[in-house]
């Protein structure tokens, strides 16, 4: 995350660096946030801009809020980033376990 700017009590913005997180870790973390808040996002080259509103009148935590944004960001790239390296062991371990284990038998015995 650049920048996280409080527009007003129940207002903010903040700008998401798309070299560091991927649009699929990005809209996770925006599905998240939307159960309390409006949002409203647009892109360009290299970043997503972000405007976030309360959905209540109620007074807003934004330093929790941008603790919350930057943990989510980290975690979901980190599992993005685990998935993209244990793809093909997860294929391979997939293969075995719903193959015809009879046939594996036969190889193990000669």
Do not use: G
Not at 2 to 18: G, L, V, Y
Not at 59 to 70: D, L
């Amino acid at each position: 995350m650049h920048s996280f700017i409080i527009i007003n009590p129940t207002k903010a913005q903040f700008i998401i660096d798309e070299k560091l997180y991927s649009k699929s870790v990005i809209t996770k973390v925006l599905y998240w946030l939307s159960s309390d808040f409006t949002i409203s996002s647009c892109a360009d080259k290299d970043n997503v801009s972000v405007e976030i509103e309360a959905t209540t009148n109620s007074m807003v935590e934004w330093n929790a809020i941008k603790r919350s944004i930057s943990t989510m960001l980290n975690d979901y790239r980190m599992r993005e980033l685990i998935e993209t390296e244990t793809h093909d062991i997860r294929n391979i371990l997939y293969i075995k376990a719903f193959s015809n284990l009879d046939q594996f038998d036969e190889d193990f015995e000669e």
